[in-house]
């Protein structure tokens, strides 16, 4: 959850939806509101992001309505506090019973907006995640070797990031970028290096040209050249 609240969610490793067991979310919130209290007692004071812009900060505001008007359940994750629109800040929400139709689930969210969607089996999850264009990143929580490798085997994204978000963005001996909508080539390290680079092909060939014992007429040195090697290949 700490991605959200990282510069008010405005990265593009952000999470643009969270899956939680069935019957967990209630504990989950909980969680997320006592962690969120703890590391931002005061929002206001300086240690929590603003929203960048007027425009930005409406846009929001308008997403967030949107789900609510469409059956959403919002929940304050800093208990007690509103924020400063003065100021365009506005405290993490939780926004519980999402549906596809809402703008929140259709769109990149850029702000401190964390949806959560509920499931039963694993299946379902990959089931959901394969239908939608390709994440940038993909954050799995999991300590079961086997849920890992389930999800990393049947899932697809840009990056990976286990029991923890957006850190392997920051690691530079990672390739970092996306795949299919979320966008094509890697950067970082080496493959940054191959990425910003021209390869230039050059072939040399030799004095002895053996492709001249290929070449025609075929009746003679050549046709023998290729039955043998026909030959070798039955």
Not at 46 to 73: C, F, N, P, S, V
């Amino acid at each position: 959850m700490w991605v959200k609240m990282l510069n008010a969610g405005q990265i593009c490793t952000n999470v643009d939806y969270l899956f939680v067991p069935e019957g967990k979310v209630d504990v989950f919130v909980r969680e997320a509101q006592r962690i969120a209290s703890t590391r931002y007692p005061d929002i206001t004071n300086g240690d929590y992001t603003a929203i960048i812009d007027e425009r930005q900060y409406h846009r929001i505001q308008a997403m967030l309505a949107d789900a609510i008007a469409k059956g959403a359940k919002v929940v304050n994750l800093c208990p007690g506090q509103q924020g400063d629109p003065a100021r365009r800040i506005m405290p993490p929400h939780a926004v519980l019973n999402v549906s596809d139709d809402m703008e929140i689930m259709q769109r990149e969210i850029f702000g401190p907006l964390l949806p959560i969607r509920t499931y039963r089996s694993e299946a379902e999850v990959i089931e959901y995640i394969g239908n939608r264009p390709r994440p940038l990143a993909l954050y799995l929580y999991s300590n079961h070797a086997r849920l890992q490798d389930f999800y990393l085997n049947n899932t697809i994204s840009g990056g990976v990031t286990i029991n923890d978000g957006l850190l392997h963005a920051g690691i530079h001996s990672l390739p970092f970028g996306g795949t299919g909508n979320s966008g094509m080539g890697h950067y970082h390290g080496l493959e940054g290096f191959l990425a910003f680079s021209k390869l230039r092909p050059v072939f040399k060939q030799s004095p002895w040209r053996s492709i001249d014992m290929l070449m025609p007429p075929y009746a003679g040195k050549a046709n023998k050249i290729l039955d043998f090697m026909l030959r070798l290949k039955s």
